[in-house]
Structures are given as C-alpha cells and as structure tokens.
C-alpha cells in the first residue's frame, strides 16, 4: 500500500554477478546469488511510496562504484551512491576527489566488519582519506560491529567535522538477545558525536522466526539514544530478504516508530536521509 508520507530507501544495494568483485556473495547464499538490478527494486519503491534511494556498495574495488554511478546515470530514482575507496592506498585521497565529481556519489564505505583487525579505523596512515571525506563533505558510512564501537568514537574524535552515518545499528546480536555491550556502546557514540544511526539491516541479526517484539528493544534504545532526528531507514534490499520481504520490514518499521509524532517519523523516512547524504532530490 503507498503512503502519503515522503520516503527514501537509505540502502539498498544492486550487483550483477558475472562482475566478479562480490567475494561474499556465493552460491551457498542461494537466495542472493543472481543479478538484482534497478528494474527489480522499482516496482517495491513504487508500492511503498519511496521516490529515492540511496545505492551501497557491496564490493571492495574502484571498478564496483563506477558500475553504481553508472546504474544511478540511467535510473533517475537513485538519487546517492555510496562508494568504495581502498583507504590504505596513497592515491585514496585523489581517488575519492575523482569519483566525488559524479554528481550522485555522496559517500564512501570500507568494509570494515570484514577488516581482522578491529581498530583499522585508527590506523595513521587513513587520515589522508578521511580527511578528503571532509574536505569534499561526503559521508563515511561505517559497516561496523558492535566490537568496533569504541574504536569508532576515538575516530569521530579526531574528525569532529566528519559527517557520519552507522550502517544497521551496528549490527547488535538481536538473535541471542545480548547486547548490553552493544547498548552501552551505540549509546556513548550517540552522546558523544553527530554521528547518524540507520534503521536497517535488523532483521537479518535475528532469529529466523523473528517478530516485531524481538526488534523493539533495540529500535527502542536507538530512538531513546540517537532521537527520531539522526535515525534513518533503509531497506538493506536484497540482503533484508534472507529474512524478511520489503512489505515485512516496511510493515514492522511501521509498527516499531508507531509512538512517534508525525513530524518524527517523517524524518526517520525521510528528512533525515538528505541531511545526512546532502542529497538533491531534483537530479
């Protein structure tokens, strides 16, 4: 059913599996594994009344985020990409002004919940390419896990002006229900930074037999932690579909911002997205 409130889809993802570059994407994730481009997601944008989105990169390669801007060249619903950059390379800087020229690229993803070691993010020899994120006033989306939080304040420490937003919360352990570190955690950056939260990806770090009720006291903390004004949803489109279907997750984020005023929920659909990506809806 469409709504009569404005949305943008904050993450979601295509890849076309004959590329190459999508290492974890395998046959064993059956349901994952086949090409999912722009013409799959525009009937489920249309039925939900989202009118953008914004495309995440899901490979580790130059080549991945020029395939991304290209989708965005031909489908006028993405309105941002979110890219890849190798931060550790010396031209990373010069790299992330090149591909900042494209008019949808409004960000940069390391894959960090893939990296062994757990402060990466701290390593010296990155600040050229967080600092070419400042300078060119592009997002860092952080593909953290609850084990990198701390590490993750430090940086924001250091890059106070770095604009910032925490991919699924962070990934809490929803299926065993221990997260306490976690809450701690997501609650300290929330006090401490400027940083964004997006509502996504939760459905996927629980159980299979999941229900609104095993969300809530997470979506609960974010809400309490960040406020309805630096949460954002997204879909995680297609991965979300490993458990759950675009209808479920739209229906359960319903139920899940059901006490918040209507101003509020509209920035968690959408106000909340363009001011954390900068984004120009009219492109």
């Not at 993803?109 to 592009?138: V, Y």
């Not at 954002?232 to 984020?253: E, H, K, N, R, Y």
């Amino acid at each position: 059913m469409t709504s009569n409130r404005r949305r943008i889809d904050a993450h979601q993802h295509f890849w076309k599996t004959a590329r190459g570059d999508y290492g974890w994407l395998t046959p064993e994730l059956k349901p994952l594994y086949r090409d999912f481009l722009p013409s799959d997601l525009a009937p489920l944008l249309k039925e939900h009344g989202i009118e953008g989105t914004v495309l995440v990169q899901a490979a580790p390669t130059i080549a991945e985020t020029e395939y991304l801007l290209s989708l965005a060249d031909q489908a006028p619903f993405i309105k941002g990409v979110v890219g890849w950059v190798d931060f550790e390379a010396k031209e990373a800087s010069q790299q992330i002004e090149r591909l900042s020229k494209h008019r949808a690229l409004v960000g940069i993803r390391p894959m960090i919940q893939d990296i062994p070691d757990d402060a990466w993010m701290l390593k010296p020899e990155l600040t050229p390419a967080f600092s070419a994120l400042e300078h060119r006033s592009l997002t860092f989306d952080a593909l953290t896990l609850p084990r990198h939080l701390q590490h993750l304040l430090k940086l924001l420490d250091c890059h106070p002006t770095l604009r910032v937003v925490i991919d699924h919360g962070s990934k809490p352990d929803i299926r065993s229900g221990e997260f306490s570190g976690w809450a701690s955690d997501i609650a300290a950056l929330a006090k401490n930074t400027s940083a964004y939260c997006k509502l996504s990806g939760l459905v996927t770090e629980a159980a299979d037999d999941w229900t609104v009720d095993d969300l809530k006291p997470v979506v609960d903390h974010l809400l309490e932690t960040f406020g309805p004004k630096r949460l954002i949803w997204g879909s995680d489109w297609p991965v979300c579909t490993l458990a759950a279907g675009f209808a479920d997750w739209v229906s359960a984020t319903e139920h899940l911002l059901s006490s918040l005023t209507t101003n509020e929920v509209d920035h968690v659909w959408y106000q909340n997205a363009i001011e954390a990506y900068q984004l120009d809806l009219q492109r």
